[in-house]
């Protein structure tokens, strides 16, 4: 097994010097400031870490990105400042950190998706950066903190801004859209760098900005020649990255798909269709007896991630898709991750209301017409005028409430997003931490990411995907593949989100920006798709043959122990009848939660070795 790449950023002072000795066990890469301090401290693959030098300037763009060290010092002549970091590396392609040691100052941000995370703490005197927070809750002995564990019970991803949240107690997460600026006494502060665009283009001119900025995203994927390999589902976001790297050279493409458990499906007869087109490629799709079913394999975790994930019911998959692509040479393993980036969610409907009601009203008419909404749910789902603050707090007052059922002619919510609530296996001390998360953010009159419901839902989708695709590659490099989600790369997510929010929606279509954007590369009969996939059926499989597994899991559960889970409710629950799905989504994220407190931490394992080695 092999490691995720990581790298710690330190200060220009003496300040920084204990914090290199308490990093140091865990890496094996230094690069130095101009003055000969430490300034990236990590563990990272040949080509990973791309150093520019311009007199006593420093840059380093760190993770998918094919930019040369050359091209990068030319331009890191021309600036006078750290404030003018993003004048360098405004442009670029990719997915990647950026780390700046210019004037004895250090910055460092992620990436506006999410993808790219960082996390700082204080040691000694100084604060320090990383782009994993379990290095640093290590390196300062941190705990987890129970409180903010429970937010990951909660059935859907934790929404911005509880996914801001860390779980190593005295570590903090940098906000996507910010930068830190350390300096060389410790002290540090924010910085935003990241603003979304105003959603003002057409679809027609939106559709071929997304297609360059994806083809740009596909391209930093394929540049390195050898062998990669991508999903093939059938779904219109994973398929584009198919045929767009099939014509990308210099790489060659291998394609995986798992067998249907409804092979007469639109995804299959898609993923077909496509397997078809694309004669130069490989393709492998084992068959029904060789794909492991959901919640296979959870007695042997594959990889230790720095914060809980629903994935974990793939793990058995997600270790045959390693070895099947590492069979077949593949050194990068894309996959699609993007498709709620490419639509309008319901909320745009409330912010056209607003903006043009002539076209909300028709629009609204068409669409109350063919899904039969009911109107006196609608009037008050248009009506409301609630602020993001006050939809927290209503939020928190909700938490414990059941799911409403999936219904076709259910009015869709209007609001800033969808509420997460808390399975009827938490505890109540589980409620009142996330209770109290929720409170304080909207006591802090937390701000939505953007003035628009649409567009704030759009984001705050994009950069939920973005923390998933983070712990896939994760997961993916602790054995050896690398993962990547292009359609996530800071570009599209900028192209996508400059497109008018009424336009990104059409009913009857899926994904209508990316359908526009890949016409005349993907087939037609993949963007044209209008029904989406039910994966009901794996779930019910999938549950009959492993419910006695999953049971004797939590016959000693380390979230009882910690008194966030009713250990007997949740026997209760999944020994109970289900007639849909829904009834226990919370399922998923609570078996993260699990297997996470369960999993063997690695650092642990490495305190044992400690590198006696001075830094200096």
């Known amino acids: 097994m092999t490691a995720e790449p990581w790298f710690a950023v330190l200060p220009d002072g003496d300040a920084g010097i204990p914090a290199a000795r308490a990093l140091r066990p865990w890496a094996t890469e230094t690069v130095d400031h101009h003055s000969g301090r430490p300034w990236l401290l990590g563990s990272w693959p040949a080509g990973h870490v791309v150093v520019a030098e311009a007199g006593s300037s420093r840059l380093a763009v760190i993770g998918r990105c094919p930019v040369s060290a050359e091209a990068l010092s030319s331009w890191l002549g021309e600036v006078r400042g750290i404030a003018e970091t993003e004048r360098v590396v405004s442009g670029l392609v990719g997915s990647f950190h ?58 859907a991803p934790p929404p911005h801004p509880l996914g801001d949240h860390c779980l190593w107690q005295g570590v903090q997460v940098l906000r996507p859209e910010d930068c830190l600026l350390i300096e060389a006494d410790g002290r540090s502060r924010t910085r935003r760098w990241w603003r979304p665009p105003e ?8 559709a071929v900005e997304v297609r360059r900025a994806l083809t740009a995203a596909v391209g930093t994927c394929t540049a390195g020649g050898g062998t990669v390999s991508a999903d093939l589902s059938g779904g219109m976001d994973s398929t584009s990255l198919c045929f767009l790297a099939a014509a990308r050279g210099p790489a060659r493409l291998v394609t995986f798909r798992w067998a249907d458990f409804a092979p007469e499906s639109d995804a299959a007869d898609a993923a077909a269709r496509a397997t078809a087109a694309l004669p130069g490629a490989g393709h492998i799709r084992p068959d029904r007896a060789r794909t492991p079913l959901w919640y296979s394999g959870l007695q042997d975790p594959v990889a230790w991630t720095d914060e809980p994930g629903g994935w974990v019911r793939d793990t058995a998959r997600f270790r045959a898709v390693a070895e099947l692509m590492l069979g077949r040479g593949s050194r990068l393993h894309m996959f699609g991750g993007g498709n709620e980036l490419f639509t309008a969610h319901a909320p745009a409907l409330h912010d056209l209301a607003r903006s043009d009601p002539g076209a909300a009203f028709a629009r609204i008419r068409a669409m109350r017409t063919l899904h039969r909404w009911p109107l006196r749910p609608l009037l008050r789902e248009l009506a409301d005028r609630s602020t993001f603050a006050q939809w927290l707090a209503a939020w928190a007052e909700g938490l414990t409430a059941a799911p409403p059922p999936p219904a076709a002619h259910r009015v869709p919510s209007l609001a800033w997003g969808t509420r997460g609530s808390l399975p009827p296996w938490a505890t109540p001390d589980a409620v009142d931490a996330v209770r109290s998360v929720l409170r304080e953010a909207a006591a802090e009159q937390a701000e939505p990411l953007a003035p628009q419901r649409g567009q704030h839902a759009a984001i705050a989708y994009a950069q939920a995907g973005g923390r998933g695709a983070r712990q896939f590659d994760q997961v993916g490099s602790a054995m050896g593949l690398a993962y990547a989600a292009p359609c996530l790369d800071d570009g599209v997510i900028q192209a996508a989100l400059s497109v008018r929010l009424p336009e990104r929606r059409a009913d009857g279509r899926c994904e209508p920006v990316l359908a526009e954007a890949m016409r005349g590369i993907v087939p037609d009969a993949v963007l044209d798709r209008s029904t989406e996939d039910d994966l009901t059926e794996d779930f019910y499989t999938a549950l009959r043959r492993h419910r006695a597994g999953l049971l004797e899991l939590f016959d000693d559960s380390l979230l009882a122990r910690l008194g966030l889970v009713d250990a007997d409710a949740f026997r209760t629950a999944l020994l109970g009848l289900h007639p849909r799905p829904h009834t226990l989504r919370g399922l998923d994220p609570t078996l993260g939660c699990e297997l996470w407190l369960r999993t063997p931490r690695p650092l642990e394992m490495v305190e044992k070795h400690r590198d006696p080695r001075p830094v200096s």
Request: proline fraction near 3%; aromatic fraction near 2%.
């Open 199 to 206: 959603p003002v283009l057409p679809l027609a001119e939106g």
């Open 98 to 155: 950026v780390a700046a040691s210019i004037g004895r100052r250090a910055l460092v941000r992620g990436s506006a998706s999410a993808v790219r995370r960082i996390f700082h703490t204080t040691i000694g005197d100084t604060v320090v950066a990383a782009s994993r927070a379990d290095r640093l809750a290590a390196a300062t002995g941190a705990d987890v903190d129970e409180r903010l564990l429970a937010l990951h019970l909660l059935s």
